[in-house]
T-cell receptor, first 113, second 111 residues
Framework: DGGITQSPKYLFRKEGQNVTLSCEQN?????MYWYRQDPGQGLRLIYY???????QKGDIAEGYSVSREKKESFPLTVTSAQKNPTAFYLC????????????FGPGTRLTVT | SQQGEEDPQALSIQEGENATMNCSYK?????LQWYRQNSGRGLVHLIL?????REKHSGRLRVTLDTSKKSSSLLITASRAADTASYFC???????????FGAGTRLFVKA
């Protein structure tokens, strides 16, 4: 899983609560990404950041928010506005924006009941 | 939007056999990548093939790319039980800042 850590591995929340997923990397990578993966499916891009203090919406950004105050950290908040938040969340990074090979963290499985 | 579509969705083989997975995509690409994911884990990059390359090898992996057919294949030779995982192809979008993943092929290698 390279130098990317995600915590916690499993997270349980009640419906209506916001929850923040942690992603930290010590690879000195500029670009970071958040993906959502549902059972038996591929990855869908939520948000990405090419550089500190900058981020862009991906394909399914509604109900999510991010910040990139430090190069090594890219936390994802799943808000109560996200209608179906239960999923496996993966964080990834690349050395520079546009670099193809992505380095992934181990993922956080979020269950909302 | 999903760029890569893997085929088959699932594949079950005996240890020692070869496993072939295919990926088709829709638009022009700069390169195509293959990743592996063990159950409940993050993805691991396996190999990248550029649009001007036709074949690439890495250990027991062989990847081909046919840009005229917009397709790629991943061959794992002499499979092992430890190869059991999901395999995803991924392509860059036209801007180059996002990677688009297919739904994956789930490979099960029986010992």
């Amino acid at each position: 899983d390279g130098g990317i850590t995600q915590s916690p591995k499993y997270l349980f929340r009640k419906e209506g609560q916001n929850v923040t997923l942690s992603c930290e990397q010590n690879l000195n990578h500029d670009a970071m990404y958040w993906y959502r993966q549902d059972p038996g499916q591929g990855l869908r891009l939520i948000y990405y950041s090419q550089i500190v203090n900058d981020f862009q919406k991906g394909d399914i950004a509604e109900g999510y928010s991010v910040s990139r105050e430090k190069k090594e950290s890219f936390p994802l908040t799943v808000t109560s506005a996200q209608k179906n938040p239960t999923a496996f969340y993966l964080c990834a990074s690349t050395p520079r924006p546009g670099t193809s090979e992505q380095y992934f963290g181990p993922g956080t499985r979020l269950t909302v009941t | 939007s999903q760029q890569g579509e893997e085929d088959p969705q699932a594949l079950s083989i005996q240890e020692g056999e070869n496993a072939t997975m295919n990926c088709s995509y829709k638009t022009s690409i700069n390169n195509l990548q293959w990743y592996r994911q063990n159950s409940g884990r993050g993805l691991v990059h396996l190999i990248l093939i550029r649009s001007n390359e036709r074949e690439k090898h890495s250990g027991r992996l062989r990847v081909t790319l046919d840009t005229s057919k917009k397709s790629s294949s991943l061959l794992i030779t002499a499979s092992r039980a430890a190869d059991t995982a999901s395999y995803f192809c991924a392509t860059d979008d036209t801007g180059g800042f996002k990677t688009i993943f297919g739904a994956g092929t789930r490979l099960f290698v029986k010992a």
